[in-house]
């Protein structure tokens, strides 16, 4: 018997396979009473007995009727040849033929010399038809005959050899199975075994270094293994696992993984593609760009780093709702997931030695940590920061010695500053300050109160608009109309002023009390519990590492141009090939994007207040940041073109867009606003910025 279990295509296969488990008879131990009749003797058989049995009972039929083939065609060999005897003397045996009285007097004479042939023959020859004689048969009949003779000397053979009728047993069943197998949907193997002994023998060999991480060649050779487990068990190949792959995540706790290609690339200022299906309330909190076979660290606001691999998280389409995460990691009361990051654990070779985690948290502190300190992490996690009260984790990324970190606020200022200024620390650190922030950045800019238009403006708009044509009123000539009228026909502006008056009341009035949600400083929660829930406001907008290379490289411009000021908004004369360099993409709250040059921003010294970087409208704040013109993959293609990186912007209500960056012309001023680049609904805004690697990109 085999029972299917389909799933829709937002479930979780391990999760329904541990509740089938769990509540129903699906896994369970049988004990099974083998009787059969062996010889007519009923015997209690064995799993290898019934093999056995069987064995011997397919040998047993294809002797049967190997044997009766070979019969068959013996009879057959016989009566061809006779037939060639015949046609050896054609005029004799047809002049015996005619001689004869009847047909059994012909029978018994072509039985007779000269002719010798026996009863099957004589008899085969009498009713075979006058063209058999023709020289077309002769050549047809001797190829017959040595058709059959080889398969006589076949047959003998076969009945002689018990090797080779068990050869045949084994081709016979390759051929049904090919004819008419079908998939398994389930499997037996030893892989789990075989594969935890693999790993076992492998940390034999070699033991972890003595900084306490595990060799990344044995983490990549555990994590392959892994994955072709894997692959077997939901019996898909293992290259299909081998894919780029979006991770969202929301603020309810809902988790899928997606294609990165349903999101076609679009122009700025489009609205953008449902990133999935949102319940009441419910935001996109994180949205990363993994392969499939990466293992993605998830960091909580508490500081614990979690463990989960890219694969097992269950692929959804946009318009599902995804996965709890509870299905996919155990996390702590009050915990919530504020960072993502995928390491390349599978596939990536080579020694660790430089790799930090850099981790950054809401109010400003920063942290570096040696990343073999991360190499094994379990399902209760590990200790990642120590936080000080109120303070939240943000921000995590890989760095190298010699990298450079930019740290934006909230209120659009950007620090640059050397990651060499931070010393390693052990996880259970709590890290240094990175950014000074000014008291008003706690968060957006404050927003002017709605004002609604008095009872003398809506007659104003009112009489414009009912003017004869050709004819304009200014303002003095409106107000002399104003004045003019009774009380009686000022009384319906004044009454649609006074409900306009209490409308803009009542949204100023829900707009303050919405705030400390839209300036991020109670993104969290309930995470709160440790402190008393006193999370303090969110002052950090983003953090982007700058290779050490283009570091370099920038420092070399600058001490061949003493020209360069670091509060200069920019001269214009920049050279063309900036627009392919490294360039900082910010995006505001409300879409507003811009590209600048990184080399606007000289590293300074840790802990400053930094440089403006944006111009923020009222109301708005800096939501996101990356770096762009940094992949590797860049460098190959060389200054000859520009090549095309593309981000995925996220709001708050799921909306994601995919944009390609070079659309968006570099600004050479700090203070510019830059440019409307995502169309946002209603009460919705920008929630991060997600930079796809160049290979992942359809040229």
């Not at 930019?406 to 950007?414: E, K, Q, R």
């Not at 050490?548 to 070399?556: K, M, N, P, W, Y």
Request: aromatic residues 4%; hydrophobic residues 40%; proline residues 4%.
């Amino acid at each position: 018997m085999r029972v299917v279990v389909e799933i829709r295509r937002s479930g979780d296969p391990n999760f329904v396979r541990e509740q089938l488990y769990t509540r129903t008879r699906l896994q369970v131990r049988v004990s099974v009473n083998l009787v059969g009749l062996i010889g007519r003797e009923p015997k209690v058989l064995t799993l290898m007995d019934i093999m056995r049995e069987f064995l011997e009972f397919r040998c047993e039929s294809i002797e049967r009727r190997a044997r009766h083939e070979l019969s068959k065609a013996s009879s057959r060999l016989h009566v061809v040849e006779g037939y060639l005897a015949v046609q050896a003397a054609p005029d004799a045996v047809v002049a015996a033929i005619r001689a004869a009285k009847d047909g059994p007097e012909a029978q018994k004479t072509l039985q007779e010399a000269p002719f010798s042939l026996s009863k099957e023959q004589s008899e085969a020859v009498l009713a075979m038809p006058l063209r058999r004689l023709t020289g077309l048969e002769h050549d047809k009949l001797r190829a017959e005959e040595a058709d059959l003779t080889a398969k006589v000397e076949q047959l003998n053979a076969l009945l002689s050899d018990r090797a080779l009728v068990i050869a045949a047993v084994a081709s016979e069943a390759k051929e049904l199975r090919d004819k008419y197998g079908v998939e398994r949907k389930t499997l037996i193997d030893h892989s789990a075994a075989k594969l935890a002994a693999e790993v076992a023998e492998a940390r034999r060999r070699s033991p972890p270094s003595g900084d306490g991480g595990e060799d990344v060649g044995n983490v990549a050779e555990r994590e392959m293994a892994a994955a072709a487990l894997y692959a077997k068990r939901m019996n898909i190949p293992l290259d299909s696992l081998d894919a780029d792959n979006l991770i969202v995540m929301t603020g309810k706790g809902y988790i899928k993984r997606i294609d990165p290609k349903i999101f076609s690339r679009q122009n700025k200022g489009t609205i953008g593609k449902k990133g999935g299906r949102m319940r009441g309330g419910d935001q996109v909190t994180k949205v990363t760009h993994c392969n499939g076979l990466d293992t993605v660290l998830f960091f909580t606001d508490r500081g614990r780093v979690y463990a989960v691999r890219a694969y097992d998280i269950p692929q959804s389409s946009t318009t599902a709702l995804g996965t709890p995460f509870t299905r996919v990691l155990k996390l702590a009361e009050g915990e919530t997931i504020t960072a993502m990051l995928p390491v390349d654990t599978a596939s990536r070779r080579g020694s660790n030695v430089g790799e930090h985690l850099v981790m950054l948290t809401a109010r400003g502190v920063v942290k570096k940590t040696p990343i073999s300190e991360f190499a094994n992490i379990n399902r209760a996690g590990k200790r990642a920061l120590g936080l000080q009260k109120g303070d939240r984790l943000k921000h995590v990324d890989l760095v190298r010695d010699g990298d450079g970190i930019m740290v934006a606020g909230v209120d659009g200022m950007v620090l640059h500053f050397s990651m060499d200024s931070i010393r390693a620390q052990s996880r259970i650190g709590s890290g240094v300050k990175a950014m000074k922030f000014r008291e008003a950045s706690a968060g957006a800019t404050e927003k002017k109160p709605k004002k609604p238009p008095a009872a003398h403006m809506l007659f104003a708009a009112d009489a414009r608009a009912n003017a004869p044509e050709g004819t304009s009123y200014n303002m003095a000539e409106v107000s002399k109309m104003w004045r003019e009228l009774s009380d009686e026909e000022k009384a319906p502006y004044e009454v649609k002023a006074a409900d306009l008056k209490e409308k803009a009341r009542r949204e100023n009035d829900a707009e303050k009390k919405s705030a400390p949600a839209a300036d991020g400083a109670a993104d969290d929660g309930a995470a709160d519990d440790d402190d008393d829930g006193d999370a303090l406001p969110v002052l950090v907008a983003g953090m982007s590492i700058v290779p050490s290379d283009v570091v370099a490289a920038f420092e070399l411009a600058t001490e061949s141009d003493e020209a360069g000021d670091d509060d200069d908004a920019g001269t214009g004369d920049e050279k063309p090939a900036d627009e392919c360099g490294a360039m900082v993409l910010l995006v505001t709250s409300e879409g507003q994007g811009k590209r600048i040059s990184v080399g606007q921003f000289r590293q300074k010294g840790r802990g400053g207040l930094g440089n403006k970087a944006i111009g923020l409208e009222e109301g708005s704040r800096l939501a996101a940041m990356c770096i762009t013109g940094v992949d590797p993959a860049l460098r190959e293609a060389g200054d000859a073109e520009c090549v095309a990186e593309e981000v995925i912007i996220g709001s708050t209500a799921g909306v994601l867009n995919r944009y390609d960056v070079t659309e968006l012309r570099p600004q050479l001023g700090r203070n510019a606003k830059g440019v409307k680049l995502m169309k946002l609904n209603d009460g919705d805004t920008v929630r991060d910025i997600t930079l796809l690697p160049v290979d992942a990109v359809e040229l």
